[in-house]
């Protein structure tokens, strides 16, 4: 469980991730929509954008796999967290040995 102190960070970096995004895609957006003048600006163009094209996908593949691990953690953690939980509730039972 995040601290209450985590919780403000995580939303601020949240924010900012979105934002830059944000401004990122704005960008994106008014760099492609500038006019193609010549036929060199047109292959400069399409050769950047297969390479930006392969980046995101490159990209993609890396959260989705880093996505896989965490949630193999994930569910690691809860079984630790239900084994200790249990062994919380047990009511602790100390036999005395009679000598």
Do not use: C, F
């Amino acid at each position: 469980m995040p601290s209450s102190t985590e919780t403000p960070l995580l939303e601020m970096q949240t924010r900012l991730w979105k934002a830059r995004a944000q401004a990122k895609q704005k960008w994106l957006e008014r760099t492609l929509a500038e006019p193609i003048t010549s036929a060199d600006d047109e292959a400069w163009r399409t050769a950047w954008i297969k390479q930006a094209l392969n980046t995101v996908k490159r990209g993609q593949a890396q959260i989705r796999y880093q996505a896989a691990l965490i949630d193999a953690y994930a569910e690691h953690l809860s079984v630790l967290e239900m084994t200790l939980i249990a062994a919380a509730e047990q009511k602790p039972s100390i036999e005395k040995q009679q000598i």
